[in-house]
T-cell receptor, first 115, second 112 residues
Framework: AQKVTQAQTEISVVEKEDVTLDCVYE???????LFWYKQPPSGELVFLIR??????QNEISGRYSWNFQKSTSSFNFTITASQVVDSAVYFC????????????FGKGTRLSVIA | DTEVTQTPKHLVMGMTNKKSLKCEQH?????MYWYKQKAKKPPELMFV???????INESVPSRFSPECPNSSLLNLHLHALQPEDSALYLC???????????FGPGTRLTVL
């Protein structure tokens, strides 16, 4: 069975601080995909990144960066110089390649960036 | 065009009403999904359609009835709902298993 754990329920930071959102996953499959989604108060889930299990390269996109470490089964997300617009709920998710398995979400981390 | 549209945005219905939620995508995706999301919870999968056929039904009560008229459209027919069915209903689509799912803005449903 697959599982995604986001231990941080809520995080509050002051604007311009850096913040890291943790994600730990469990799966027995060797081929799997990890995702981060952002859900602002409007409700829409916005896709941020997809990483497959064979690609451990870290990725940077503007103020966002992701650290994928298979050795610790973690896929952490860092926002540099946070802004008020970053306030949202962030979900980490996992799907395996085998069969028609559903996307498994973590419980989400609510990030509040205070001006 | 990476857009999934959903109508209506908001819906209020009584327990005896029949209503439908609509989802549309024009990205050529062959898998479409319905999720239910309660406040402060992650989305929960309800149904998956793959190539217009129902492939996953996560033990959803029969008062929710999905329909996929064609590869671009997905409907969710609602009948005799309960107040606890009030939630945000999200539609998503993807090209294939393992690819990112693109979500619509959701329908906020309130059952009185």
């Amino acid at each position: 069975a697959q599982k995604v754990t986001q231990a941080q329920t809520e995080i509050s930071v002051v604007e311009k601080e850096d913040v890291t959102l943790d994600c730990v996953y469990e799966t027995r499959d060797t081929t799997y995909y990890l995702f981060w989604y952002k859900q602002p108060p409007s409700g829409e889930l916005v896709f941020l990144i997809r990483r497959n299990s064979f690609d451990e390269q870290n990725e940077i996109s503007g103020r966002y960066s992701w650290n994928f470490q298979k050795s610790t089964s973690s896929f952490n997300f860092t926002i540099t110089a946070s802004q008020v617009v970053d306030s949202a709920v962030y979900f980490c998710a996992l799907i395996t390649h085998s069969g028609n398995t559903p996307l498994v979400f973590g419980k989400g981390t609510r990030l509040s960036v205070i001006a | 065009d990476t857009e999934v549209t959903q109508t209506p945005k908001h819906l209020v219905m009584g327990m005896t009403n029949k209503k439908s939620l609509k989802c549309e995508q024009h990205m050529g995706h062959r898998a479409m999904y319905w999720y239910k999301q309660k406040a402060k919870k992650p989305p929960e999968l309800m149904f998956v359609y793959s190539y217009e056929k129902l492939s996953i039904n996560e033990s959803v009560p029969s008062r929710f009835s999905p329909e996929c008229p064609n590869s671009s459209l997905l409907n969710l027919h609602l009948h005799a709902l309960q107040p606890e069915d009030s939630a945000l209903y999200l539609c998503a689509s993807t090209h294939m298993q393992g690819n990112e799912q693109f979500f619509g803005p959701g329908t906020r449903l309130t059952v009185l």
